[in-house]
């Protein structure tokens, strides 16, 4: 009887809870380099900081408007979660073989998409198609700063650990 190929291969079990902590904590990682290039970017536009996560933040919760001075704290909590979240599905790519660079724009896209439901839900946000063009280049600049960052650590950690398909490991880190 012949062996499934790729039954050789060992792998470690790794369980769900495990690969959302560590999607989390990629995301907070991701998010920390998507601050720092915003920094970077207002630094020499002039853009003023986003207080965007912070209102969201403040519909989700039902808690009255606040003006953005008062409203730190919950830009920076708002901030982080929009960037854990999401991130523990590409953790989940990662661990299912879904790795790289097209992974990593496709990823993007989530993210944007995650942003975009929760800030045009509660009514905070627009549309980004009636952004000003050179503000939705920033944006996909910065989200896909934070999609690679998330994608290169969890695509480090889950290298494609489950066999997938033909019983091979998918990941370019094997």
């Known amino acids: 009887m012949a ?3 790729g039954a050789h291969r060992s792998y470690s079990f790794t369980t769900l809870g495990t690969t959302m902590l560590y999607g989390a904590a990629a995301g ?44 730190w704290a919950f830009n920076q909590i708002e901030h982080y979660v929009q960037g854990a979240v999401p991130a523990m599905f590409r953790a989940l790519m990662s661990l299912y073989g879904i790795t790289g660079p097209l992974a990593n724009f496709s990823f993007s896209l989530l993210r944007q998409g995650f942003d975009q439901v929760l800030e ?14 050179y ?37 370019y880190f094997d």
């Open 3 to 5: 062996d499934k190929p």
């Open 28 to 71: 907070v990682v991701g998010v920390t380099v998507l601050t720092v290039t915003n920094k970077i970017e207002q630094f020499f536009s002039g853009r003023p900081d986003s207080y965007v996560p912070a209102h969201t933040l403040e519909r989700l919760l039902g808690l009255p408007d606040r003006p953005d001075s008062e409203r």
């Open 120 to 133: 045009n839900w509660t009514g905070v946000g627009a549309p980004p198609w009636t952004w000003p063009v």
């Open 135 to 171: 503000e939705q280049w920033i944006d996909l600049f910065h989200k896909t700063c934070y999609a690679f960052t998330v994608g290169y650590l969890t695509d480090m950690w889950f290298p494609g650990v489950w066999p997938v398909g033909d019983g091979n490991r998918r990941g």
